[in-house]
């Protein structure tokens, strides 16, 4: 599945990057890596551009460039699950 047929509040995993050279190589660079969990929080009226939020950066890409990215959805809107690595999170007093 590509980054840019999610929709809005979908949780997804970063599984490749296929994009163009440049393209490629500004995408790695801003984080968005193999492995990095992603919320899409916006995507404009006609698809383009899609908004997403990772590691407290929110990254806003065209749809082309989008559709370079391959994930694996790892949730669905309001599962309540976070987006972190899916480690069981402790609390005292529970």
Excluded: H
Excluded at 18 to 25: H, I, N
Excluded at 40 to 54: M, T
């Amino acid at each position: 599945m590509l980054l840019s047929d999610l929709n809005v509040g979908d949780k997804a995993q970063v599984t490749g990057v296929l994009a163009e050279s440049t393209v490629r190589r500004r995408i790695l660079d801003m984080g968005l890596v193999k492995g990095t969990r992603f919320k899409v929080l916006r995507v404009a009226p006609l698809g383009d551009p899609i908004e997403i939020v990772f590691k407290g950066i929110y990254l806003t890409l065209r749809k082309n460039e989008a559709a370079g990215i391959q994930v694996e959805k790892v949730g669905e809107v309001g599962d309540r699950e976070p987006m972190g690595n899916g480690r069981r999170r402790w609390r005292f007093g529970s």
